[in-house]
Nanobody, 122 residues
């Protein structure tokens, strides 16, 4: 079965950096666009970024543009999220997701990981 497993979350001070990874199995990874979403307590899940199947195109929410970078390694079936200049408002559970097409819409994604907690202290 398809599995997406996120890792790399943790506690970091404001201004710090974290790198999240999402390892995929059970699917042809290069045939799927990948997205990152996040959900803070009491808030709806929101789009963070997405990357096309070959990694040619990337898309970001305005709130993270210039601070976060999404990349992928199709040989390793892994997508990454490099997060720099972190702010307390970035605190959330971060999820990776897979879909046949690149999209900002969460309900269009076919597969989801279990999430990894990112906490940014002020």
């Amino acid at each position: 079965q398809v599995q997406l497993v996120e890792s790399g979350g943790g506690l970091v001070q404001a201004g710090g950096s974290l790198r999240l990874s999402c390892a995929a199995s059970g699917l042809t990874f290069s045939s799927y666009a990948m997205g990152w979403f996040r959900q803070a307590p009491g808030k709806e899940r929101e789009f963070v970024c997405a990357i096309s199947r070959p990694g040619t195109f990337t898309y970001y929410a305005d709130s993270v543009k210039g601070r976060f970078t999404v990349s992928r390694d199709n040989a390793k079936n892994t997508v990454y999220l490099q997060m720099n200049s972190l702010k307390p408002e970035d605190t959330a559970v971060y999820y990776c997701a897979a879909d046949r097409i690149v999209t900002r819409t969460s309900y269009e994604y076919d597969y989801w990981g279990q999430g990894t907690q990112v906490t940014v202290s002020s």
